[in-house]
């Protein structure tokens, strides 16, 4: 990711979050996304400490649930970061994910308890 341009805004960001031990993080891309590529989501992810990548392969609803569920086990297993590819989903994702997303948002506040 060095070679991107918001890298160096990015950097110090990052390596805040990655030293603060309660911090989760939750990284959601897709791999249709008209305006940013799959790999620049997947170095962003990539550099969070203690990262777990998931993959939902369809736009089924039980693909989706599933992928929450392992998302939610993650976070209450106290695993830092989690990033998932919406492998055939495009740039909307608040508005195509959003249940996953707000699932997701649940498990993160629910693993600090």
């Not at 603060?20 to 996304?33: E, F, I």
């Amino acid at each position: 990711m060095a070679s991107l341009e918001y890298w160096k805004g990015l950097h110090s960001h990052i390596d805040t979050i990655n030293r603060c031990k309660t911090t989760r993080v939750l990284v959601v891309y897709a791999g249709k996304d008209m305006l940013i590529e799959t790999k620049i989501s997947r170095e962003l992810a990539s550099s969070f400490i203690d990262h777990h990548e998931l993959n939902c392969k369809d736009n089924g609803e039980v693909s989706e649930k599933k992928v929450s569920r392992e998302t939610s086990e993650f976070f209450s297993n106290g695993v830092k970061t989690v990033s998932i590819n919406f492998e055939k989903s495009g740039h909307f994702l608040q508005r195509d994910r959003a249940r996953y997303i707000a699932d997701s948002i649940e498990a993160i506040l629910r693993s600090r308890l």
